[in-house]
T-cell receptor, first 114, second 114 residues
């Protein structure tokens, strides 16, 4: 029974490149959440998606960041034209329908922008 | 808006000693409370939660937390820690009747020395 999968685990990008982070939720889960963790800070909510719908993107930066959760395949967090300040750990979590207070987290993707 | 304060960024303790990790929250409405643990290079795992009922909740590995409404606190305790408890601990709150998106504290690093 696989848990939440994220890949890649580590991603290095140069300034100006694009970063694509993938998240496969637990089997049977159709709610996905993305968080960003900066050093010595807690997790900051970015976006909440259900299949083919963005439910809440109040934590997403207005520019360069986008997320999707298609009918088939993993959820994708996309960062265009990365800058050094985007370096962080990005975590995905999933929950089962109906929406639950319990979220299951993936191992994270550590993005380093050089 | 709700907020979560974890007063200690680091708590060093010797093995077999008791420990308390503090968490206070602010909210004008009822909340649900959670403690998550993050081991190095891993995602967050739910340790315990308070939704309703008994204000004292316990985990399977000896941790417990008590919801104190008057003091708006949800401190985490363990009477005797092990080396393997070394990890980052995050307190989180979800507004009752609101979205399912938690607000996290900044985390407390528990360091258990032999």
């Amino acid at each position: 029974n696989a848990g939440v999968m994220q890949n890649p685990r580590h991603l290095v990008r140069r300034r100006g490149q694009e970063a694509r982070l993938r998240c496969s939720p637990m089997k049977g889960h159709s709610h996905v959440y993305w968080y960003r963790q900066l050093p010595e800070e807690g997790l900051k909510f970015m976006v909440y998606l259900q299949k083919e719908n963005i439910i809440d993107e109040s934590g997403m930066p207005k520019e360069r960041f986008s997320a999707e959760f298609p009918k088939e395949g993993p959820s994708i967090l996309r960062i265009q034209q990365v800058v050094r300040g985007d370096s962080a750990a990005y975590f995905c979590a999933s929950s089962s329908p109906p929406a639950s207070y319990e979220q299951y987290f993936g191992p994270g993707t550590r993005l380093t922008v050089t | 808006a709700q907020s979560v304060t974890q007063l200690d960024s680091q708590v060093p303790v010797f093995e077999e000693a008791p420990v308390e990790l503090r968490c206070n929250y602010s909210s004008s409405v009822s909340v649900y409370l959670f403690w998550y643990v993050q081991y190095p290079n891993q995602g967050l795992q739910l340790l315990l939660k308070y939704l309703s009922g008994s204000t004292l909740v316990k985990s399977i590995n000896g941790f417990e937390a008590e919801f104190n409404k008057s003091q708006t606190s949800f401190h985490l305790r363990k009477p005797s820690v092990h080396i393997s408890d070394t990890a980052e601990y995050f307190c989180a709150v979800i507004l009752s009747g609101g979205s399912y998106i938690p607000t996290f504290g900044r985390g407390t690093s528990l360091i258990v020395h032999p």
